[in-house]
């Protein structure tokens, strides 16, 4: 049974900080794609980060330099470093995983999401 669960969200003044993380089960392959996702009232859930098979990392362009995230394979958690905080930055973020290794497979398993409110 694939579990994520997201904790660290809150409400908190811009040009803050938060750190998002994402518990994943044991049994998750270590080279499956990870990635957090975001949604905001009225708007479409959009991509914020994801972390490659290969280690490598991505980010929406916006984001860059402000946002980071990491991963800790010996605690099973994905992070989500946010700093320099605005207020267009809330919405509810997701954890998110592919199904699999394959470079075709699709982010199938979601956390219920934490809220990010910045005022």
């Known amino acids: 049974h694939v579990q994520l669960v997201e904790s660290g969200g809150g409400s908190v003044q811009a040009g803050g900080s938060l750190r998002l993380s994402c518990a994943f089960d044991?049994?998750?392959?270590?080279?499956?794609?990870m990635a957090w996702f975001r949604q905001a009232p009225g708007k479409e859930r959009e991509g914020v980060a994801s972390?490659?098979?290969?280690?490598?990392?991505i980010y929406a362009n916006s984001l860059k330099g402000r946002f980071s995230i990491s991963k800790d394979n010996a605690r099973n958690w994905l992070d989500l470093q946010m700093d320099s905080l605005k207020p267009e930055d809330t919405a509810m973020y997701y954890c998110?995983?592919?199904?699999?290794?394959?470079?075709?497979?699709?982010?199938?398993?979601w956390g219920q999401g934490t809220q990010v409110t910045v005022s």
């Open positions: 972390l490659e098979s290969d280690g490598s990392s």
């Open positions: 998110a995983r592919t199904t699999g290794s394959d470079w075709y497979s699709g982010f199938g398993y």
């Open positions: 044991a049994y998750t392959p270590a080279n499956v794609r």
